[in-house]
């Protein structure tokens, strides 16, 4: 089957840079995903990684190791806005089945 | 462009009645996914179809749930008969297949409340 682990919670403060980890188990890995939810919406999405390294989009930026079956999402300077849910998502090979792991809520404070 | 949409936006029903969630994806998606997410389970993936066929459905909790996709432009998750445990939002979202990865479009979601 498949697992994913990251933190439950994270805080941190205006401006700094935080890190949400994530590591899986998956039959059949092809990429990963990185999604934000604000209380009472949908999960939208942020980065994807399908091969080893960094990507980067603005203030967030996001690493796989295929090898660790690990992966990270990178918040630089933190705005009050970024208070939300993060979630990661193995895609599996295949049919390309997307599971989430349990998320992670950051508090960000003044 | 409109994104996926959704409705009901939120329902209250009595247990034991028949629930019916309805979904439009986005247009060209080849994908589309049924989610359910409780602060107990979190985001659980029920369901999926990749050109109106059904892929995976080891999500569906019971038999009592069941998802149909008739055409690339509509999809419907049913309830028969609801039970409490059932409360949830449920978000429909749908994907286009790329190199670059499979970007997932959610919904607003349907706000289910089982009384």
């Known amino acids: 089957g498949q697992s994913l682990e990251q933190p439950s919670e994270v805080t941190a403060v205006e401006g700094a840079i935080v890190q949400i980890n994530c590591t899986y188990q998956?039959?059949?890995?092809?990429?990963l995903s990185w999604y934000q939810q604000h209380d009472g919406g949908a999960p939208t999405f942020l980065s994807y990684n399908a091969l080893d390294g960094l990507e980067e989009t603005g203030r967030f930026s996001s690493f796989l190791s295929r090898s660790d079956s690990y992966g990270y999402l990178l918040l630089q300077e933190l705005q009050m806005k970024d208070s939300a849910s993060y979630f990661c998502a193995v895609e599996e090979t295949g049919g390309f089945k997307t599971i989430f792991g349990a998320g992670t809520r950051l508090f960000v404070k003044a | 462009d409109a994104g996926v949409i959704q409705s009901p936006r939120h329902e209250v029903t009595e247990m034991g009645q028949e629930v019916t969630l309805r979904c439009k994806p986005i247009s060209g998606h080849d994908y589309l996914f049924w989610y359910r997410q409780t602060m107990m389970r979190g985001l659980e993936l029920l369901i999926y179809?990749?050109?109106?066929?059904?892929?995976?459905d080891s999500g569906m909790p019971e038999d009592r749930f069941s998802a149909k996709m008739p055409n690339a432009s509509f999809s419907t998750l049913k309830i028969q008969p609801s039970e409490p445990r059932d409360s949830a939002v449920y978000f429909c979202?749908?994907?286009?297949?790329?190199?670059?990865?499979?970007?997932?479009?959610f919904g607003e979601g349907s706000w289910l409340t089982v009384v």
């Open positions: 179809f990749n050109n109106n066929v059904p892929i995976d």
């Open positions: 998956t039959s059949g890995f092809y990429g």
């Open positions: 979202a749908s994907s286009l297949r790329s190199s670059s990865g499979n970007t997932i479009y």
